[in-house]
């Protein structure tokens, strides 16, 4: 969009109330977990909030992604502890990866059965709502909103990252 | 004037009520001693109104740069959606990213690391039920490059600007655990006269012990003279692509395959993005042919595929050693689909082509790629140590100068890269990581001269690109992290032979240091908000995301301070 068009149109002054809006909402910020038609691992299509539980792990990941790796291998260790925690990793591949991820998946044993879903991001649209990039960036819900974001991975975040379950599930 | 302030109350609270509000915000700042200064502030701005059968929202993306670390300045908005969602059901108003199927057609980027954004701004329409998808889209798409085909090159600031309307749909049937895919998209620009039209067809097949995927392209290109007594012949080109994916226990084997005849050109304009008006557009690409790495050396030593003239393949093969180790091993082969050569007598502008089989050449003339990449990754016994070791090798013909029946001569690069990472948790509060790569790389002209048939007496020569026959690079860093709230990095690279014969004089962007050094920490705030501080330099070259490539100039001796937070 040229400058000249949207000063003609006036949209920079309602830009500038937008940020003016957006500043004042981080007072009332709460961020839901959107229910976007999204396809599985398996071709399947279904809504996000079928895959979702009263607590969820939410991972936008990436084979590439050295971090990503090591949190989902973390995560793969203690998640059958938390019985009741459904898991949903969202790929950032690109869309032409699809078929390397899913031997990346098979190979490395992700424990995929109703609680633990792989999806595609294809369209970017999921990391766009939630400015995924730069990637891994962990999402933990509480009854589809959500309650605790974190960038980045080292050995030893699990240890927070359990602790973030459990106060959700004990909330 | 109470009224006033009572409404806007009333108004806010009610809005807030309903209303999700997601920020990010982003700033940055960079200024080195070769005069790569950026400064820039990003916020992204979600609001959306969450009902319980639909959902309106809307995604703001703001933009003060001046300059910005790579691309043209902003001053306000640089991005916006809104949409309605349902069920069945979206509408999108902005800035669009659509992919259609595997993206061989259609694949809408924004990577903004490297001024690369393919979205158009206009129209998208989903409709979608238990067995099938519509995607419509309409709108204008504005991409831009840094070429050296034309004047005023700088690697940051793009001097090649390509205006665009696309519309098009893309329709697809789920049946079973397949997908089969039809789409079309029509493209025109007016500023070349052009309009292309892209036809594709796809089926996506997942089964218990794999997957299946095959994808056909058709492009025409037209151009019209306007005025002009010149006739602009109509260029066709076609796309195939097929992949495979294969399970045994835990062993999983993917190939693929892929023929692209977009553009095919000979040596000379080969390249040349500006005069190819039949040439792959930037919306395509290709689903595969590209190994994304993870370290610093072998990303900068990536191969773009080429849409417009390449056959390839590609094999990997992945699987558990045992409980802790896990294996990748990668081949990739490709070639242009015709061989060159420029026939004796002839001038050295004239070309002639053989048509390749439907197998990559290994011919010089035919631009052969090689890469063997095996990596082994996994933990110490007691989970505290991850690590990745791993050899590449790559041979690369990627220009043909002559291919005459007296001169061959190819500019080629081969190298070996050796990378190694661990990283370690030492206890609950300290983290460190350890990253070592070391490469021989050789770039340059393979010239041979004949002067027999015989062969005995022709005089083959090698003219480096580089100071030193073979250039020996070397990476290290070394990064410590405490209690998830600090971080400490250092990083040093190094090589034996610096790069400013590439350097023709005409760009100074060319990197002539032999070393660089650098120092940086970080402090997390809070688990999404981080300040880092960065001191030092950074070598320059190719930077790559998910397939797609750009040089980057070096940062010299210099300073970097990012900040980011989110607001949830």
């Known amino acids: 969009m040229s400058e000249s068009f949207i000063k003609y149109y006036g949209l920079d002054i309602v830009f500038r109330y937008l940020i003016l809006f957006a500043l004042i909402g981080n007072l009332f910020a709460q961020s839901n977990f959107p229910n976007n038609t999204v396809r599985l691992i398996n071709n399947e299509k279904t809504n996000l909030h079928s895959l979702t539980s009263k607590v969820s792990f939410v991972s936008f990941w990436a084979t590439w992604c050295i971090p990503c790796i090591k949190e989902i291998d973390k995560l793969n260790e203690f998640i059958d502890d938390y019985e009741d925690v459904s898991v949903i990793l969202i790929n950032e591949d690109k869309p032409g990866d699809k078929a390397k991820v899913k031997g990346f998946v098979r190979s490395r044993k992700y424990p995929i059965d109703d609680n633990y879903h792989i999806i595609f991001d294809s369209d970017q649209k999921l990391s766009r709502q939630f400015s995924a990039q730069p990637i891994p960036l962990t999402l933990i819900l509480k009854d589809n909103e959500v309650v605790y974001r974190k960038r980045g991975f080292y050995l030893g975040d699990e240890i927070e990252l359990k602790k973030q379950l459990d106060d959700a599930l004990n909330d | ?100 199927g595997r993206g061989l057609l259609l694949n809408q980027l924004d990577y903004q690391n490297l001024d690369f954004d393919t979205g158009s701004r206009g129209l998208g329409l989903t409709f979608q039920d238990d067995w099938k998808t519509v995607n419509i889209i309409a709108g204008d798409a504005a991409s831009r490059k840094s070429t050296t085909v034309l004047g005023d090159y700088d690697p940051r600031v793009p001097n090649y600007f390509v205006d665009q309307f696309l519309y098009g749909a893309d329709i697809s049937f789920d049946i079973d655990k397949s997908n089969i895919g039809f789409a079309f998209l029509f493209v025109d620009e007016d500023k070349r006269n052009l309009s292309h039209t892209l036809t594709s067809a796809r089926i996506d097949k997942s089964y218990e012990n794999g997957e299946f995927f095959v994808s056909m392209i058709s492009k025409v290109s037209e151009k019209d003279s306007g005025d002009l007594e010149i006739f602009y012949p109509e260029k066709d080109g076609t796309g195939f692509y097929i992949s495979n994916t294969n399970y045994l226990k835990d062993w999983a084997l993917t190939s693929s395959y892929r023929k692209f005849t977009i553009d095919v050109n000979d040596p000379i304009i080969r390249d040349n993005i500006v005069e190819n008006y039949g040439q792959a557009l930037d919306i395509q690409r290709s689903p595969s042919g590209f190994y994304q790495h993870t370290f610093r050396l072998l990303s900068r030593n990536s191969r773009e595929v080429n849409l417009n003239d390449e056959i390839g393949l590609e094999m990997q093969l992945l699987g558990p050693i045992n409980d802790n180790v896990n294996i990748s091993v990668n081949y990739m082969k490709s070639s242009s689909s015709k061989s060159w050569y420029n026939g004796a007598g002839v001038l050295i502008g004239d070309w002639f082509n053989d048509s390749n089989s439907l197998m990559p050449s290994s011919s010089q003339e035919a631009y052969p790629f090689e890469e063997l990449f095996i990596e082994l990754s996994g933990y110490n016994t007691n989970g505290k140590a991850f690590y990745k070791v791993g050899i590449d090798f790559q041979d690369q013909v990627f220009n043909v100068l002559s291919n005459s029946a007296e001169v061959k001569s190819f500019e080629i690069t081969q190298s070996l890269t050796l990378p190694f990472l661990v990283s370690i948790a030492i206890n609950p509060l300290w983290n460190v990581e350890f990253q070592l790569e070391l490469q021989r790389l050789k770039t340059g002209f393979d010239t041979t001269i004949i002067s027999d048939v015989d062969g005995i007496n022709n005089s083959h020569s090698f003219y480096s690109l580089l100071s030193e026959e073979y ?40 990197d002539s240091a032999n070393q660089w050094n650098s120092f940086s920490m970080a402090y997390k705030f809070k688990s999404d908000h981080t300040l880092e501080l960065f001191y030092g330099s950074i070598r320059g070259g190719l930077d790559c995301t998910n397939g797609v490539c750009r040089y980057v100039q070096a940062f010299d001796d210099g300073i970097r301070i990012d900040y980011s937070r989110n607001f949830d």
Do not use: C
């Open chain 2, 471 to 510: 250039q020996k690079n070397l990476f290290l860093a070394l990064s410590a992290n405490y209690k998830q709230k600090w971080s400490f990095n250092v990083s040093h690279e190094s090589t034996n032979s610096d790069e400013s014969l590439l350097n023709d004089g005409q760009d100074d962007s060319f």
């Open chain 2, 1 to 100: 004037m109470i009224k006033k302030v009572f409404t806007a109350i009333l108004l806010l609270t009610y809005s807030y009520s309903q209303t999700d509000v997601s920020n990010q915000l982003s700033v940055r700042y960079g200024d080195s001693k070769n005069d790569y200064n950026y400064n820039e502030v990003y916020l992204d701005t979600k609001l959306s109104l969450n009902r319980a059968d639909y959902r309106l929202e809307s995604i703001f993306t703001f933009e003060i740069s001046d300059p910005p670390e790579i691309g043209l300045k902003e001053d306000g908005l640089r991005k916006f959606l809104l949409g309605f969602y349902n069920d069945k059901f979206s509408f999108e108003v902005g800035d669009i990213y659509q992919t259609w």
